[in-house]
């Protein structure tokens, strides 16, 4: 465990305790930051990482504990008064204008203004100059947010973050879960150029790899409580992920011999056929074949084609080519219910957006598709939906002090799996699986896969979909290679991974 030294440190909280209803989110948790440091926080979902910076950040009081910002006891109010503290947050989620200029975005609030107007001028070149100083960018800010990657408006909300010349505190929460691997090391050398200016930084997320290649130290939070502090360069990762789940564990191994324990279940029936199935502007004209008890791995980059295929085999978009069959039938109506009807659902990407419900319970988010399914003058009883909800949160092993607990309450991991247990209910036989493990903790991770592969064992046939090549190898029976939005290649049995990143970039 590091040592404690309290001459250079920015932040420190100490015995912060915050409970909510029915759960003790944190329990005398202790954190440092360092002038100069990349610290990462880490923990399994639900472990307090999030409610520990809602702490910090003034969106949520502790009910007991204190914070010293330079030495000094502070009551953080809000997020704005932490803004004023010299504490920035950038979220996941970006909250910045599209619609508006890289100037604009930056700026915002706080535009010059020359008699009674925004001086245009003066705000382009302004911007500009925070760019250059803060991050050493150099862009065109008169563009719209927009029109730049994922990447560069990360970037702006950082810039935007820092233009205060005080903040020295910056909280980066899970910044690169929508990144390429080289717009990723664009943010990891901003990242070193703010450290090597003094900034602390809070670096929270789910990608071990990362934490390895930037960080400086961990702390890890394991149900609410502190786990300890460690030096990066003496925590081995085997550690590390077994201080987060609180258990050794070896998910290789025992992913790759379920594997191969479900190979015999495959059966021979396709159970999907796709034939020529394509979209103009959206995804190339592909075949595709599905087989009862088979998981079959979509495979590809951002932006490569797999989400707009699953969306056209699950009726959200309407093929202008080719056919598609399903168990036999040849499919001739394309929508969401219809193939809801014929035993085919879509676990989304976007679990926020088009996955959970959030001011509804675990308990309504489960049954939802099944009442829908039923339709509304079928009124699935309460006693009914309880059964349900009860059986999936045991099976599932959701973390939740009841079925009527709200489910924007939960954390992300546990979302994700009210998100399967909503289309276990309606007992399907072929599950689109969009990135069900994106944003979520190694040990979950590793339940959704076993999942996955229990699920086959059982008869289901699936489409597993993953920006993580190794997990669709842990996964899959068959690799299907998206690339260009066009299917490339189409892999089985054992075949090295370096073949698969080689049709994933084109090469083959």
């Not at 994922?150 to 973050?161: D, L, P």
């Not at 790759?256 to 020529?276: S, W």
């Not at 659902?345 to 419900?357: C, H, M, N, Q, Y």
């Amino acid at each position: 465990m590091a040592d404690k030294d309290t001459s250079d440190l920015l932040i420190s909280m100490r015995g912060i305790n915050k409970a909510f209803p029915g759960v003790q989110a944190l329990e005398n948790v202790d954190f440092d930051l360092r002038y100069g440091e990349i610290h990462a926080l880490m923990g399994g979902n639900g472990a307090g990482k999030s409610t520990l910076i809602k702490v910090l950040t003034g969106v949520e009081r502790p009910d007991s504990g204190k914070i010293l910002l330079l030495g000094k006891e502070v009551s953080v109010k809000s997020p704005q008064h932490a803004q004023s503290l010299g504490i920035s947050t950038v979220y996941q989620e970006i909250n910045l204008c599209p619609n508006l200029t890289v100037a604009e975005n930056i700026l915002i609030g706080r535009e010059p203004m020359k008699w009674g107007s925004i001086h245009w001028k003066k705000l382009n070149t302004q911007a500009k100059e925070i760019l250059l100083r803060i991050l050493g960018i150099d862009i065109d800010v008169t563009r719209t947010l927009g029109s730049y990657s994922v990447a560069i408006q990360q970037m702006v909300a950082i810039a935007r973050s820092l233009e205060i010349e005080f903040a020295k505190i910056l909280i980066l929460d899970e910044p690169t879960s929508s990144l390429s691997t080289h717009e990723t090391e664009q943010l990891f050398g901003v990242m070193r150029k703010l450290k090597s200016e003094g900034v602390g930084i809070i670096f929270i997320t789910h990608f071990i790899d990362q934490v390895y290649k930037i960080s400086d130290r961990i702390t890890v939070i394991r149900n609410g409580t502190l786990v300890g502090t460690f030096d990066t360069s003496t925590l081995s990762r085997m550690e590390l992920i077994t201080k987060m789940i609180g258990r050794s564990i070896t998910v290789l191994d025992e992913m790759l011999k379920t594997k191969a324990e479900t190979v015999k279940h495959i059966r021979g029936e396709n159970v999907l056929q796709a034939r020529e199935l394509g979209q103009t502007g959206e995804i190339e004209p592909f075949d595709l074949d599905l087989h009862a008890g088979e998981v079959v791995g979509l495979a590809g980059l951002m932006g490569s084609g797999r989400t707009e295929a699953a969306s056209l085999l699950f009726g959200l978009e309407t093929p202008d080519s080719g056919s598609l069959t399903i168990a036999g039938k040849r499919v001739e109506k394309f929508s969401p219910n219809a193939s809801i009807k014929r035993g085919l659902v879509l676990s989304p990407e976007d679990r926020k957006a088009a996955g959970i419900v959030d001011d509804l319970s675990v308990r309504e988010n489960i049954i939802l598709a099944m009442q829908a399914g039923q339709g509304w003058f079928k009124y699935i009883s309460r006693q009914k939906q309880e059964e349900i909800a009860d059986k999936y949160i045991h099976l599932l092993d959701i973390a939740t002090p009841s079925a009527d607990q709200i489910v924007k309450n939960l954390s992300g991991g546990n979302q994700q799996k009210v998100i399967l247990a909503r289309w276990l209910a309606t007992n399907p036989q072929v599950l689109i699986l969009d990135e069900p493990t994106r944003g979520i903790d190694v040990g979950t991770k590793a339940e959704i896969q076993k999942l996955v592969l229990s699920l086959a064992e059982d008869g289901k046939a699936c489409i597993f979909i993953s920006s993580e090549l190794e997990e669709v190898m842990r996964c899959s029976h068959r690799i299907a290679v998206l690339c260009d939005r066009k299917k490339v290649a189409e892999y089985s049995g054992e075949v090295d991974q370096n073949v698969i990143m080689h049709s994933m970039a084109g090469e083959l």
